[in-house]
């Protein structure tokens, strides 16, 4: 069975600094990977995915997102941190192929703070 | 297109008291879902359906009941809610099966019951 695992359930940056939000799936074959974002009072909105392109998927508002199959890692980076990118952030994967293949499932997610 | 819509936004219920959670979607999706958020839990698969008529359970099922009679509605039953049911519900949608498939969620149902 597959299953994600993100690092860290809070994360506070300065406005400017890096964003690394770390998300580890555990598969017996790469399935495909999402990163969702959810602000606040409101649902979930797709950042990005991977389905096996490039391994660097660049997504909205700045995000991207490295696979590596080596590490089993697909964490989410920003290189400069704005206010509005407060939110709580999800790692999700689905797999290839089976007959579960629509199925996504979510990491536990993690809040990101920007401090001024 | 109104993407995905759910309705209400906010309930309160007492226990044992029963309801249904709307979910609709006008984009002619396949495969919808409901989900369940819950603090440090991140979403948990509820119910899911790839198509009208067609429903299978997800990872926390008990208590809830799902039907699909057309494409575009998904209702979720609460038959004889409990605290524990206080959440958020999520419904999604994507066409179907895929490599592409990008899943839209809507924005979400608040559920309180005392």
């Known amino acids: 069975a597959q299953s994600v695992t993100q690092l860290g359930s809070h994360v506070s940056v300065s406005e400017g600094a890096l964003v690394l939000l770390r998300c580890n799936y555990s598969?017996?074959?790469?399935?495909?990977l999402f990163w969702y974002v959810q602000y606040p009072n409101q649902g979930l909105q797709l950042l990005l995915k991977?389905?096996?392109?490039?391994?660097l998927v660049k997504g909205i508002n700045g995000f991207e997102a490295e696979f590596k199959k080596s590490e089993t890692s697909f964490h989410l980076t920003k290189p400069s941190a704005h206010m509005s990118d407060a939110a709580e952030y999800f790692c999700?994967?689905?797999?290839?192929?089976?007959?579960?293949?629509?199925?996504?499932?979510f990491g536990k997610g993690t809040l990101l703070t920007v401090n001024p | 297109n109104a993407g995905v819509t759910q309705t209400p936004k906010f309930q309160v219920l007492k226990t044992g008291q029963s309801m249904t959670l709307q979910c609709a979607q006008d984009?002619?999706?396949?495969?919808m879902s409901w989900y369940r958020q819950d603090p440090g839990m991140g979403l948990r698969l509820i119910h899911y359906?790839?198509?009208?008529?067609?429903?299978d359970q997800g990872e926390v099922p008990n208590g809830y009941n799902v039907s699909r009679s057309t494409t575009e509605d998904f209702p979720l039953r609460l038959l004889s809610a409990a605290p524990s049911q206080t959440s958020v519900y999520f419904c999604?949608?994507?066409?179907?099966?895929?490599?592409?498939?990008?899943?839209?969620f809507g924005p979400g149902t608040r559920l309180l019951v005392l």
């Open positions: 999700a994967v689905r797999p290839r192929s089976g007959g579960s293949n629509y199925k996504l499932t």
């Open positions: 598969s017996s074959v790469p399935p495909y």
């Open positions: 991977y389905t096996s392109a490039a391994t």
């Open positions: 984009m002619n999706h396949e495969y």
């Open positions: 359906s790839v198509g009208a008529g067609i429903t």
């Open positions: 999604a949608s994507n066409l179907g099966q895929g490599r592409q498939e990008t899943q839209y």
